[in-house]
Nanobody
Framework: QVQLIESGGGLVQAGGSLRLSCAAS????????MAWFRQAPGKEREFVAA????????RYSDSVKGRFTISRDNAKNTLTLQMNNLKPEDTAGYYC???????????????????WGQGTQVSVSS
């Protein structure tokens, strides 16, 4: 079983950037497809981005495509989400998730992911 810990959240003005990290322990990250989801108060958890085990396949939601970049460093057991040109509607708790199943492309449905971190808050002011 893998443990996931997110970091890097904070308060930023619209147009700014943040870099989220997800550190894995317990098992090597390379055995999981990984994803970022987010959840704003009163809303359902929403897919943001996903990446395959090797990093060769990625997927993005339409709302973040062209602004966010997901990447992974399996040697360092770390998943990253680079967020540029942030908008107030990006305000949410951001969660990394791990999927035990090998799929290409990686999944976008939250219920299909097996392990979750505790989340990190991102707040974007206008």
């Amino acid at each position: 079983q893998v443990q996931l810990i997110e970091s890097g959240g904070g308060l930023v003005q619209a147009g700014g950037s943040l870099r989220l990290s997800c550190a894995a322990s317990g098992r090597t990250l390379s055995t999981y497809s990984m994803a970022w989801f987010r959840q704003a108060p009163g809303k359902e958890r929403e897919f943001v981005a996903a990446i395959s085990r090797s990093g060769g396949s990625t997927r993005y939601s339409d709302s973040v495509k062209g602004r966010f970049t997901i990447s992974r460093d399996n040697a360092k057991n770390t998943l990253t989400l680079q967020m540029n040109n942030l908008k107030p509607e990006d305000t949410a708790g951001y969660y990394c998730a791990a999927d035990r199943e090998f799929t290409i492309p990686p999944k976008t449905t939250a219920a299909l992911y097996d392990y979750w971190g505790q989340g990190t808050q991102v707040s974007v002011s206008s």
